[in-house]
T-cell receptor
Framework: KNEVEQSPQNLTAQEGEFITINCSYS?????LHWLQQHPGGGIVSLFM???GKKKHGRLIATINIQEKHSSLHITASHPRDSAVYIC??????????????FGKGTKLSVKP | DAGITQSPRHKVTETGTPVTLRCHQT?????MYWYRQDPGHGLRLIHY???????DKGEVSDGYSVSRSKTEDFLLTLESATSSQTSVYFC????????????FGDGTRLSIL
């Protein structure tokens, strides 16, 4: 059974700081997802990656398939980045059908 | 934004009553999913659908049933609601499998008293 661990659970940063959130998983995967859950509850897909690195604005996601580890970085953090960041990988319950298993999330708070 | 609408957005009901949550999509995506989100847990899959009338169980399916009679609608039913089913429920859609992103609805906050 694939398991997902995220760290840290909670993170407080000052505006402008460089942020790193980590995700480890136990079973080899085809792709890993990073999602963002806004304080209002909405969930948005940020990245899906299977190798290397992807960048979108100030967000960078990296993955090391051999080490079963991914990181989400935020450069020049801003209070509007405050959210819960969630890592997800294919599940044993029909992973071939796109089913995902999710980490518990990292709650990020960026102070002005 | 992907066209996904969940209804109702909020509901309070009593133990033992039936409850149906609706997920409606306008994207013509093949795959649809129902999740629940609870404090201390990640999102957990309840049921999913890979086509009209094609559904299967997820990790936490006990006490829930689903139906998909049309591509655009995926219904989640609690036949006899219990307090342990108080949660926030999210619907998601995807047009593919392992390498496709999932797009989420805004969630339904359900309270069972």
């Amino acid at each position: 059974k694939n398991e997902v661990e995220q760290s840290p659970q909670n993170l407080t940063a000052q505006e402008g700081e460089f942020i790193t959130i980590n995700c480890s998983y136990s079973v080899g995967i085809s792709a890993l997802h990073w999602l963002q859950q806004h304080p209002g509850g909405g969930i948005v897909s940020l990245f899906m990656l299977s190798s290397g690195k992807k960048k979108h604005g100030r967000l960078i996601a990296t993955i090391n398939i051999q080490e079963k580890h991914s990181s989400l970085h935020i450069t020049a953090s801003h209070p509007r980045d405050s959210a819960v960041y969630i890592c997800a990988v294919p599940s044993n319950y029909g992973g071939s059908q796109g089913n995902l298993i999710f980490g518990k999330g990292t709650k990020l708070s960026v102070k002005p | 934004d992907a066209g996904i609408t969940q209804s109702p957005r909020h509901k309070v009901t009593e133990t033992g009553t039936p409850v149906t949550l609706r997920c409606h999509q306008t994207e013509n995506h093949r795959y649809m999913y129902w999740y629940r989100q609870d404090p201390g847990h990640g999102l957990r899959l309840i049921h999913y659908s890979y086509g009209v009338k094609d559904t299967d169980k997820g990790e936490v399916s006990d006490g829930y049933s689903v139906s998909r009679s049309k591509t655009e609608d995926f219904l989640l039913t609690l036949e006899s609601a219990t307090s342990s089913q108080t949660s926030v429920y999210f619907c998601a859609i995807s047009d593919g499998v392992e390498r496709s992103a999932q797009h989420f609805g805004d969630g339904t906050r359900l309270s069972i008293l």
